[in-house]
Structure formats: C-alpha cells, structure tokens
C-alpha cells in the first residue's frame, strides 16, 4: 500500500465510530479544572506575540547569511509557538472571558494567516471527528507506512512543499468560509459582512507586518516579508504541525493503533523534554490525552488532571516521555522487516 493511498480515504457514511480511547473513563470534573487564568492567558499571548515581533525587528536590519538562516527558522518556530495560545482561545479558555479570548484569538490567527471563526470552526470539527477519515487533522495522523522512507517522506515533505498548495489554499480560504455552527442561519448579507470583516481584520495583521519587516514598506525592502514571514510560515510552520500533530495522533506500532484497520486511535500525552517543550510544544499542549477527554479544561490545568488520571489508570498507548522517544519507536517498527 502506498502512502498516497493511505490518507483521507472516503469511508460509508454509515461505517461504525471507533472508540477513541480504550479504557479511558470519563468523569465529574471538579470545577477548579475548568477555571482560566488571565495572568498565565496573558502571559502565553502577550509573551508569543512578543517573541514573533523581536524576530521581525531583528529580520528588519538581517545582514548577513548567518542571520538569515537563523532568523528563518526562529520565524518559522515563533509561528508555530502562537498555535498553543490560539488553541486555548479556540476553546475560550485561555482567558475568563469570551470577549478576551476573541481578540487575542482574532489577533493571532491573523499572525498565522487565517480568521479566528475558521480555525476555531474547523478545531472543532477535528474535535468531533477524531480518528475518522473527514477529521480536517486526517491528513497528518491518518496514515500507514509501508518503509521507512515513506515515513520520511511523509515528516519532511513540507520542508520541500509537498503540502504547500492543499495548506496554503485552505489557510487563505478558511477566512471566507461561514462557520457551520452558525452558519445554517445566517443571511446572505450578514455573510457577506462577516467575510469582508474577516477578509480585512486579515489583510490589516499582515499589512504591519510587512511594514515592521520592510521598515514602512521600502520597496527595496520587500524581500524580506517573503523570507521572514511567508516561507518560514509555508515550510517550518507546516513541517513542525505535521511532526507534531503525528506524534501525538499517529501509529508507532500497527499492532496496537491502526487507523486504517480502525483499531485503537489514541491522542498521546508526551511529558517531552525542556528542549522540546521550546521547540515542538508549549502552554502544556503535550497533554494532549487529558485534552481530548476534557477540552474545556485550559491547559495550564491539563498537569493536574493527567496526574489524576494517572493515579486511576491510564493506558500505556496513550503516555511517552518525550517526542524523541515516539520518533525511535516508529523508526524502529518501521524497520527493514516492516510491511504495509
């Protein structure tokens, strides 16, 4: 089998719902749980934000091809690190309120090219179609690997664009699109409306942003929102989503979870180490087993709830120690004896 016959396979509409956690158990959540904190939302927001700016000044006045290549890949690092405080907002449980979540939530997605509603929307969808073909997240998890080259074609292939056009299209479509919660209703003006909002609150995000890279919009200048913005954002950004969105949902052994044989999805809790908590996750996102049970829990309270989870049983599938660990373990199973 091969890999492009693996992903986004069509399935009857009446095929079974597989059960998504084995084992797992929900229960009464204690109310402390559900409670955001505005310090911690502000500080995940406002310090994100932050450090994606500091890499635009610097890539300002970049000089040098060192600097280039550094400043590069922090952009494309920076991005990836505002997805854990949008994710949040998302679930409006990053900050107490809906109206604050909306504007760092609208902020941010603008940072990332997209409208906050259409993320938010399409989140939900991957939400309620998780481990299901039509899961808009599919395409990263929904996978089985035949050699180990497929697998590295698979991770590395936004490095080199084999998910530009399909990523970048649906980015630059998702803020026209009328959220389907709420969407059945809506009358054709006020859709209209909302798409010209949208349209713009985007189009003004990353007009400052060209501004800030090209220092007030030099046209000698205007290289570097190509280089420091647009590639880190189509190579980087997409390459580290992909990495993780796998490690976190994807098969390291198919005798345990197979997607394709519908057999034990899992979304993986990943303790990971400092250096990945930097590069590849953050706002405790790894504990992404608990998230997918309670979504509406914020996620500086994800430790808590996995340590209560712990104390009444978890499944060994659904923990590793580190991103580096699940890397080695499908290396290792997808070795020269492996078959698809």
């Known amino acids: 089998m091969s890999l492009s016959s693996t992903v986004g396979e069509v399935e009857p509409a009446n095929a079974p719902r597989p059960s998504l956690y084995t084992g797992a158990v929900r229960r009464r959540l204690d109310p402390a749980l559900l409670v955001p904190s505005r310090i911690r939302g502000y500080t995940q927001a406002v310090g994100n934000i932050a450090a994606l700016v500091v890499v635009f000044v610097l890539g300002s006045v970049a000089h040098s091809g060192w600097q280039f290549v550094v400043l590069f890949v922090a952009a494309g690092l920076a991005l990836h690190r505002l997805f854990f405080p949008v994710h949040d907002c998302l679930h409006y449980s990053l900050f107490p309120t809906k109206l604050e979540n909306r504007i760092f939530g609208t902020l941010i997605s603008g940072l990332l090219g997209t409208s906050f509603d259409a993320i938010r929307d399409q989140h939900m969808v991957h939400h309620r179609d998780f481990a299901m073909p039509q899961d808009p997240g599919a395409p990263d998890y929904f996978v089985r690997f035949r050699s180990r080259r497929h697998f590295l074609g698979f991770v590395l292939g936004p490095l080199v ?3 530009l056009f399909t990523r970048v299209g649906d980015y630059l479509l998702r803020a026209g699109r009328t959220p389907s919660a709420s969407g059945a209703g809506a009358s054709k003006k006020a859709s209209l409306a909302k798409r010209l909002f949208d349209y713009g609150t985007l189009l003004a ?4 942003v060209c501004a800030l890279l090209t220092r007030g919009f030099r046209v000698s200048e205007l290289w570097r929102y190509l280089v420091f913005n647009l590639l880190p954002a189509i190579t980087i950004f997409l390459f580290l989503v992909r990495l993780r969105m796998f490690l976190e949902h994807g098969s390291l052994n198919y005798e345990v979870c197979d997607y394709l044989e519908r057999k034990r999805p899992t979304a993986r809790t990943i303790y990971a180490s400092r250096i990945e ?14 998230h997918h049970l309670y979504p509406v829990v914020p996620g500086w309270q994800l430790p808590r709830l996995h340590r209560e989870l712990v104390s009444s049983g978890m499944d060994p599938e659904d923990v590793r120690q580190t991103y580096t660990q699940a890397l080695r373990e499908i290396w290792k199973n997808l070795g020269p004896s492996a078959s698809g």
Request: glycine share 14%; net charge negative; hydrophobic share 40%.
């Open 161 to 163: 664009g084999t998910i």
């Open 205 to 208: 995000i990353q007009v400052g």
């Open 277 to 290: 908590r930097v590069l590849i996750c953050g706002s405790d996102f790894n504990f992404h087993h608990e």
